[in-house]
């Protein structure tokens, strides 16, 4: 499995635990939402590093208000197809005020890798055969957007218009 | 019209890069046609029964002459010489090599157009009402909301993986003439009694297996708020809408199931969290699009051209032409000209590459080098000056495309059926042909007045049956091709769903069926009564009784 961080192909530094797993001190775990309702205490005051995967059937809501305990969260693409966790990411980045790793995980090829790369996603758990360099390419397919979203580009009307600002300052 | 600028073209170029990248990834057979399957689709490309149909995108149906005869060239150069143009204002080719669809859209880009996004589970093609900027019951100019509103689906981060197509039409007139009510979103541009502008906003109507008429979920959306309100539909759609089942994934099920109560909620409860988002493009942007649309140099005409008026008086047939096929336009002086592009003899929809480029030629002596696509597969020159009547008329009699026939009869929306589709059960166009031949005495077809009759070979009812006035339904049986019929249904202000007369008919049957119905009518038409008023006052008894009591 390849990971790609920033732009590069990285190590993955993370252990994603099942839910009987046993958790060590001082390591890097991805724990699912069962575990991090049920055990919720516990890991909050352990010396691990945290990460939460959700998979698509789990609207990030339910842990707007624990994002603050987070270095990671995963989104799971459970299908090409399925573009719940698009909207999730925003929600993660834009509303709930998540400044952590935001990787993609299951389903993730090529193709949508420059629309999760705008939504927020900085790392990517490419699928089983995906090209690793031309998925570094997509993450910039295109120089130019129409909309604004989570990512640095300026959507087209603020480049054609210099003195673009807010329409309601402040 | 619009012109791309440079971000514009950057954009399409980009995206002919990706595209030509991800044709040959399938080719060399690095991905598989199941994971093809999807990045074609948001390209308009399906797999057809004999070879690959390309759909290629005309925004809210607006196309220049140099557009069209790109268009003429294509066909031309990568089909048989034809095109074929859609309910939504699109165009397809169903000849198309795959090897070759990279370069037809490097060709395309160079006229400003493309293929983006026209299939697959994505914002579709924004239509409009055809008469945009010409009609005379117009509120609101729709193309630059329209403009605007394309961009922003434009490769959209977030909506590019639905759960299923979704299609917006807007109009800014009180006539509906781009079926908004049977879209996932319709817009209305309309007029608070403070004189502000806004939109009413219509949800969750569509075709295909379960046909729904959509719901007002605003009666009044402020302008400014337009791009944000879309924004929350599309994301409650995107996390609520059905992801298990294809035939329950469009937004008319989660309506329908939720109750267009809840499913507001969900909408406006999104729509106040995102109150800080900016996604206003901002005055000079706004204006930047408005001044593209702005009214061609019109000359100062007499209201009536005496030419004309003389001409029709002499020949026949340029007097039913105009009286049929030519409309009142916002402009003293000038014309608004509908090209049915649906002779007796023909299929409905399709146009070779000569009449393309025909047309391409009268739009620009005759009507500021534009056109318009309807949704009832026609074509439309928007800017005619009466003087120049006569001559376009000439020029369409030498193209076949004169046929005085705009909402009658043989005006009829049929999808490609069988003969090219495979979702199809049913052949369609057959049925259309059968139908000219029988109808085929202009005089006749005039008598019968007003009527959208809609063909679908399949369920999936691309050839709106359910909203025609009189629909048709080709459905298989044991191997075999039935008919069913449909009565009393419209896509325009006054929508409905028609409903099932009775048992289907026989492919040998059908035509039948259809004279019998139109003699109910006309035996008991009133005076000035169409059709679809006749049928509404009396109900389909008689209806019934003419189609089953001799059986």
Known sequence: MTLIKDGNVVENSWRTVDDNDEIYDVEAVIVSLNRWQNEKEALSVSNCSLGICLNSDQHPAVIASDVGHFYLIALEFSALADGRSFSYARFLRERYGFKGELRAVGEVTQDQLFFMGRCGFDSFELSEGTNVEKSIGALTSFSVAYQPAVDNLKPAYRLRHESWQLPFPG | ?551
């Open chain 2, 1 to 551: 019209m619009y012109e791309y600028d440079q971000t514009d073209h950057t954009l399409t170029r980009e995206r002919v890069i990706e595209y030509r990248d991800q044709v040959s990834r399938r080719l060399e057979g690095k991905i598989s046609e199941e994971d093809f399957r999807p990045l074609r689709l948001k390209n308009g490309l399906y797999a057809q029964m004999h070879a690959y149909m390309l759909r290629v995108a005309i925004p809210y149906g607006v196309i220049s002459s140099d557009q069209l005869r790109m268009l003429a060239h294509i066909g031309q150069k990568y089909d048989k010489g034809y095109g074929h143009f859609t309910t939504r204002q699109n165009l397809q080719y169903n000849w198309i090599n795959l090897e070759d669809t990279p370069e037809i859209l490097k060709e395309l880009s160079s006229v400003e157009m493309s293929a983006i996004q026209t299939s697959g589970n994505v914002n579709r093609n924004i239509t409009s009402d055809p008469y945009a900027g010409v009609a005379p019951d117009e509120v609101l100019d729709p193309r630059p909301i329209a403009e605007i509103i394309r961009q922003f689906l434009t490769l959209h981060p977030e909506f590019s993986w639905l759960p299923r197509k979704f299609k917006i039409a807007v109009t800014g007139a009180d006539e509906d003439r781009a079926a908004i009510k049977v879209h996932d979103i319709g817009l209305k541009i309309i007029k608070s009694e403070a004189g502000e502008i806004g939109f009413e906003v219509l949800v969750g109507g569509g075709l295909g297996r379960s046909p729904f008429i959509a719901k007002t979920i605003r009666g009044f959306l402020p302008k400014e708020d337009v791009i944000r309100y879309i924004q929350a539909i599309l994301r409650v759609y995107n996390i609520e809408g059905r992801r298990d089942n294809i035939y329950k994934a469009r937004i008319k099920i989660l309506v329908h199931q939720l109750g267009i109560k809840s499913f507001a909620k969900l909408v406006e409860d999104e729509f106040k969290a995102s109150k800080d988002d900016i996604l206003l493009v901002g005055r000079e942007e706004e204006e930047r699009i408005s001044a593209f649309f702005a009214s061609p140099d019109y000359v100062k005409l007499p209201i009536d051209y005496i030419g004309v008026v003389e001409a029709s008086t002499n020949d026949n047939a340029f007097a039913e032409w105009l009286e049929r096929n030519v409309t009142t336009h916002k402009q003293a002086g000038y014309a608004i000209v509908n090209v049915p592009l649906k002779p007796l003899d023909g299929v409905p929809g399709d146009i070779t590459s000569d009449q393309m480029d025909a047309i391409a030629r009268l739009a620009e002596k005759y009507s500021f080098s534009e056109i318009r696509a309807t949704h009832r597969q026609n074509l439309v020159l928007p800017d005619v000056a009466k003087r120049d009547l006569i001559s376009v008329w000439q020029g369409l009699c030498g193209i076949n495309l004169a046929t005085a026939n705009l909402d009658r009869i043989s005006d009829i929306i049929c999808c490609p059926g069988m003969d090219y589709c495979s979702l199809a059960t049913t052949r369609s166009i057959p049925i259309a042909q059968r139908l000219n031949e029988r109808f085929k005495h202009l005089d006749n077809i005039l008598n019968i007045g007003e009527i959208h009759l809609n063909i679908s070979g399949c369920i999936n009812a691309c050839g709106h049956h359910h909203v025609g006035h009189m629909g048709i339904l080709g459905v298989e049986k044991n191997g075999e091709e039935f008919y069913q019929v449909t009565l009393g249904g419209s896509s325009s202000r006054d929508a409905e769903i028609g409903k099932i007369i009775g048992p289907a008919f026989s492919s040998e049957e059908i035509v039948d069926a259809v004279e019998k119905l139109i003699g109910v009518y006309i035996s008991n038409r009133e005076v000035g009564e169409q059709y679809l008023d006749t049928y509404r006052r009396i109900g389909p008894i008689l209806f019934k009784e003419a189609l089953y009591d001799a059986h």
